[in-house]
Structure formats: structure tokens, C-alpha cells
């Protein structure tokens, strides 16, 4: 049994038969190196890039899966 969902990502039906996993990863790997470019490309500081490259892409894939909430007064 192969779990779907909308990925917001990419527009369409995912799951991780199809592929969002890697096509996140690549977004990861994608903004990680633009980060290491930024900074001057330093050596021995992978992880640190890779960390924020994935909080960027993780935090804009969570607020687009997240409805605007009004709360009522």
C-alpha cells in the first residue's frame, strides 16, 4: 500500500514510490550549494549549509500545506 499526498512543491499527487523524496533532496542539495557559494565557498562546513538549505525548503513546503487559520472573537 503506497501512501499519497499533495505535494505543494511540484503540483501533483506524490508518494515516496514517485519520487518527492528525491525531488526534495534535490532542492536541499540545490539551495545548500547556493548558501556554500554566498559564504565564499568554506571548507569543512557542508552539514551547516545542508542544515539551513533544508529549514528554508522544509519551512516553505509546511506553510504551503497549512491553511490560513481566522479565529473568532
Known amino acids: 500500500m503506497t501512501m499519497m499526498t499533495h505535494h505543494p512543491l511540484t503540483g501533483a ?3 515516496i514510490s ?3 523524496l528525491e ?3 534535490k532542492r536541499v ?3 545548500a ?3 556554500w557559494e554566498l559564504e565564499g565557498r568554506p571548507w569543512g562546513r557542508e552539514h551547516e549549509f545542508w542544515a539551513r ?4 525548503i522544509e519551512g516553505e513546503w509546511l506553510m504551503q500545506d497549512r491553511p490560513l487559520r481566522i479565529v473568532a472573537r
Open 23 to 25: 525531488d526534495m533532496t
Open 53 to 56: 538549505a533544508s529549514s528554508e
Open 29 to 31: 542539495r540545490d539551495r
Open 18 to 20: 514517485t519520487g518527492c
Open 33 to 35: 550549494y547556493q548558501l
Open 13 to 15: 499527487a506524490c508518494s
